[in-house]
């Protein structure tokens, strides 16, 4: 069985907390294909809370959201105009982000087969807004023949070392797992043969790599350098540990202005997401329990990260999922997304979880971004309403934020209603 698009088995919603996997029956009744599944997306949940490069996904749609809110405040006739799309004007920098996590995200799309690489070379790619710090950026772009013999050309971003990361565990400790494309899959497996294999002889070594970078602002680039850097001192690491031991030891410049140690990168970035999600939850009184469990769920993340830099090697090393105490261990520290599946049946693993919290908040925040972002009006929530009782009806599929003059509100309603949008009617934009 093929993993032919991301979503045909099952997503995690980046930023969003939400894992959707494809199948009927309840989490409790997966079976060894369905956990490989759910290891592979809850990696992906790991990513977005213990690296900078996750965190600062986190805060570029935060910043957007600000953005996009504030615009309809400023509509004329109480109607605003869908997608609200950032231009090169660079308002609050919101554009410059946007461009900033594409060109570092690399390429999306999906390759069956990749049967050789021909070339790769470091690019400047623009950001598209001059007279800023960040004109221009440094890509990792890959010439390759694919499984039909056509030449193609792809960047080699953090999508790719995300997705390779999380497939890696698949295989190392899932019994049953699906099998993926060669793009994004195994890419960044299929770079380290290509530029230094005796380094990636241990697969360990290649997963080690993917996670550190990730604590990186340009992952992509600095997994290709590493490379090229240890090949050239032929450097092979006694143990995957060490990888981490060189790479995260290293400083970084913000802004151009001062160094700082990726930890302290890490710390500032942390608070100043915890800082904005909680903004999400403006009434302290209505949403005191969510934003009390952004604190801890972030808080333990960056515990997680620096008491034990190496826990994603213990996972790794832990035998097969269902008795793999190290990946038990980070599972309740951390409790998981909101997991639903095709039925709309939802489940919430959280040891210390406050009572009163409802994480269908951050989906319904997914869902007014989709709406911003790409004027996408129905909301994806319905099977999940409807199978916990909510009251549901046909606005919930053409216009749902009318429901925010309701008695009871859904999630959706409920954020509208307190994000002061209750007064505002989005219109398409022809």
Known sequence: MNRILSTTLGYYTPAFFHINISKNHSFEKFSNEDFSVFLHEYIHFIQDVTTIYGLNNMYVQSEYIRYATHKVYKSNNRKF???????????????????????????????KKIQKITHIEIINESTGVSNTPVDSLESVCVNLIDGFGKEQV???????????????LEQMICPEYTHSPDFPYSFAEKIVENIYPEFGKNRLNTLALCDSCLQYSNPGKVFVQFLSEVKSE???????????????????????QREVSLEENFNELSELVKTQVKDYFNDPLIFEDIRNWVDQLLNTAREIRFSDQYFILDIARGGPLKSNKAFEKTKDQLGTPLISNNSGECTLLYKNKPEGVDVGYFSAIGQIIALFESGNCDCSLYSICTKYGNKVDERC?????????????CP????????????????KNN
């Not at 997608?83 to 390429?107: Q, S």
């Not at 953090?158 to 990361?165: D, K, L």
């Open 81 to 111: 105009n869908i997608p609200i799309i950032p231009n090169a004007n660079n308002e609050g920098n919101i554009y410059l982000n946007k461009a900033i996590c594409k060109l570092t995200n690399g390429d999306d799309l999906e390759i």
């Open 154 to 168: 792809l960047i080699f971003g953090a999508i790719s070392i995300m997705e390779n990361m999380a497939y890696l």
């Open 234 to 256: 032929k450097w092979i690491p006694k143990l995957p540990e060490c990888i981490y031991d060189k790479l995260l030891k290293r400083k970084v410049s913000l802004n151009g």
């Open 397 to 409: 599929n053409t216009n749902p934020w009318e429901r925010c003059v309701d008695q009871l509100l």
């Open 412 to 427: 959706y309603a409920m954020l509208w209603k307190h994000w002061n949008l209750k007064k505002f009617t989005p219109t």
